[in-house]
T-cell receptor, first 117, second 114 residues
Framework: GAVVSQHPSRVICKSGTSVKIECRSL??????MFWYRQFPKQSLMLMAT?????????EQGVEKDKFLINHASLTLSTLTVTSAHPEDSSFYIC?????????????FGPGTRLTVL | LAKTTQPISMDSYEGQEVNITCSHN???????ITWYQQFPSQGPRFIIQ???TKVTNEVASLFIPADRKSSTLSLPRVSLSDTAVYYC???????????????FGAGTRLAVHP
């Protein structure tokens, strides 16, 4: 199946700093990528949809100035958590949409564990 | 977006077949049904996807009745390593324009015992 990578896999930062997370589709082009966050023992919550070459679409309740998304190429989307605070600590997961086959399928990255001290 | 309903948890034993049923009464004509598996601290892993009848791959089978209002993921001869959360999702199939926005429900926590 298609492969999606994320970098870094885990990051620890101080409160007030910004953190950038990269999401790459390794063997297919993804015009659309998605960003989720997941708290312990909970399901994934969709944060935003990232479309190559255009502005991201954020879900209700997600601050777009807090979570900056850039999708500059067909294989790379980045999520920047600006001025991170402890409540931003979470597991961030991206997915990339691959519709090169018979069906429209999303493949997920391995996730990034963010801890804000 | 069609809402899905799954059992919160299931228990099984090694070597048994496990069937997880998902209800999606409001599934739309263009919706596909996709199942993912997630281990702790990992991203969801694609298991299987289907539109109607039966789909089988090397890890699972997916049964979809004619009305498509439900689907059943079948895992043959589970092992301890199949202990995970399983998510059933339905989404629009749009090859151009639009996007397939998948909304996750609570999923089913499968525990496989020795």
């Amino acid at each position: 199946g298609a492969v999606v990578s994320q970098h870094p896999s885990r990051v620890i930062c101080k409160s007030g700093t910004s953190v950038k997370i990269e999401c790459r589709s390794l063997d297919f082009q993804a015009t659309t990528m998605f960003w989720y966050r997941q708290f312990p023992k909970q399901s994934l919550m969709l944060m935003a949809t990232s479309n190559e070459g255009s502005k991201a679409t954020y879900e209700q309740g997600v601050e777009k100035d807090k979570f900056l998304i850039n999708h500059a190429s067909l294989t790379l989307s980045t999520l920047t958590v600006t001025s991170a605070h402890p409540e931003d600590s979470s597991f961030y997961i991206c997915s990339a949409r691959d519709f090169s086959g018979a069906a429209d399928t999303q493949y997920f990255g391995p996730g990034t564990r963010l801890t804000v001290l | 977006l069609a809402k899905t309903t799954q059992p919160i948890s299931m228990d099984s034993y090694e070597g048994q077949e496990v069937n997880i049923t998902c209800s999606h009464n409001n599934i739309a004509t263009n919706d596909y049904i996709t199942w993912y598996q997630q281990f702790p601290s990992q991203g969801p892993r694609f298991i299987i996807q289907g539109y109607k009848t039966k789909v089988t791959n090397e890890v699972a089978s997916l049964f979809i009745p004619a009305d498509r209002k439900s689907s059943t993921l079948s895992l043959p001869r589970v092992s301890l390593s199949d202990t995970a959360v399983y998510y059933c999702l339905v989404g629009d199939l749009q090859f151009s324009g639009g996007y397939n926005k998948l909304i996750f429900g609570a999923g089913t926590r499968l525990a496989v015992h020795p």
